[in-house]
């Protein structure tokens, strides 16, 4: 907590980041702060201004911009209560990755080009076109020796024309950078130029997991990685998902893979058995149509289970030279499959018609108009066009 004084307050709009309606609110700059604000691949703090929680914190230059619901006075003191477990997180997996970068680059020469805190997992870029698994494995270890050595990480600012500064790493300074600039040292590993927010010794990061490369820009590979706390959770996570196994499969962990194996097996079995089944299905349904007396000018059959080719079969067995062919395949309170069939010109100026009225869409060609339906349950309003299509086709019918 700390207590300090707003100094300005002014109504604005924030966007929420998965998308959305504006949230309107007001953006408030204070004396000082302990909320930081996002940049440097760190993503902001969260954190209360009395009992206003802070809902975004951006920079502007030299000052933090905190994004509230509720307006505040300007002058005020006011007390300022920041989420310890999520700057906590922040702090782990932002030392977690200075630490795999410097070793990264020491034991292999791979240059970290960027860098991101999600909020599930971390990923570093690093500037090669690859990485490999004993790579991973000996830098994962190399880190996690580096941390059970409790290394102290410290912070110091030097002036932004001091020589020194060009001897630490760095990405850069943004464009509106004013003031000293900030360093991070770990001890004998790494200095680096960066504002973000760090743990004071590498024990603790607790541990660090690599989970493993994926292919990144081009000829850039991505790291990653879990840091701290994460590393717990996703252990939790999985030995759940373990036992929620063990008790489906009725056999241990070290038997899960093969049993999936097996269960994948059948079900392409089954499914190739089904879809078998399926097609001598839509065979006899059309030979029945075609075997009975009555006129055949108009065929149509909704049937839960099936599919595209299902629909193609009947069509193909009864022929569209002389009959309208109208054939659904889902569920009934879901989305489906359709299929329109028959004369050519007929099918041409129906077709966008049963679409419409299905919610779906459409396209055909030579007397075929298929597509995906969203309301199957209006099947009935297509039959009765169909019906009043025929029958004005055929005035005596």
């Known amino acids: 907590q700390f207590t300090t004084r707003v100094v300005s307050c002014r109504a604005a709009e924030l966007r929420p980041e998965g998308g959305g309606e504006p949230v309107r609110g007001f953006q408030v700059v204070l004396e000082d702060t302990i909320l930081f604000p996002e940049g440097g691949g760190q993503p902001d ?28 006075e300007p002058g005020a003191e006011v007390l300022l209560s920041l989420d310890w477990e999520r700057r ?42 690859s990485v490999t698994a004993e790579q991973v494995e000996a830098l994962e270890k190399s880190v996690n020796e580096k941390i059970r050595d409790r290394v102290p990480v410290t912070v110091r600012e030097l002036a932004a024309d001091d020589p020194e500064v060009e001897t630490v790493r760095s990405r850069g300074l943004p464009d509106d950078h004013v003031g000293p600039v900030r360093v ?12 973000g927010t760090h743990v004071s010794n590498l024990s603790d990061l607790q541990v660090i997991k690599l989970l493993g490369v994926e292919k990144g820009k081009k000829n850039k590979t ?64 059309a030979r029945d149509f075609k075997n009975k007396p009555a006129p055949k000018q108009l065929f149509i059959l909704h049937r839960k289970e099936g599919d595209s080719e299902f629909m193609n079969i009947i069509a193909n067995e009864i022929g569209t ?8 395949v889902g569920d009934e ?25 299905l919610g779906g869409k459409g396209a055909g060609k030579r007397g075929r108009f298929q597509g995906k339906a969203a309301k199957m349950s209006r099947r009935g309003e297509v039959q009765a066009l169909l019906q009043e299509f025929i029958s004005h086709q055929n005035p005596g019918a």
């Open 333 to 357: 309170k879901e989305a489906g499959l359709f299929l329109l069939a028959g004369p050519a010109e007929a099918v041409e100026k129906l077709g966008p018609r049963v679409a419409e009225l």
């Open 88 to 129: 906590f997180d922040h702090m782990q997996q932002h030392s977690g990755q200075h630490l795999i970068s410097a070793v990264a680059e020491q034991m292999f020469g791979f240059k970290t080009t960027s860098w991101e805190l999600g909020r599930q997992r971390s990923v570093i870029e690093l500037d090669t076109p």
């Open 321 to 328: 030279e002389e009959t309208l062919l109208f054939l659904t």
């Open 222 to 285: 991505n790291l990653v990685f879990l840091a701290g706390n994460r590393v717990l959770k996703s252990i939790e996570q999985s030995h759940s998902t373990e036992k929620a196994l063990t008790s489906l499969l009725k056999n241990g962990p070290g038997e899960h893979v093969e049993a999936v194996k097996r269960l994948q097996s059948s079900v392409k079995l089954l499914q190739k058995n089904n879809l078998n089944l399926l097609r001598d299905i839509a065979v006899l349904i």
């Open 184 to 195: 991070v040292d770990i001890e004998g590993i790494d200095s680096n130029l960066c504002c």
């Open 45 to 72: 703090d969260r954190g209360l201004i009395g009992d206003v929680p802070v809902l975004r914190v951006t920079r502007r230059g030299p000052e933090a911009v905190h994004f509230v619901p509720a307006a505040l």
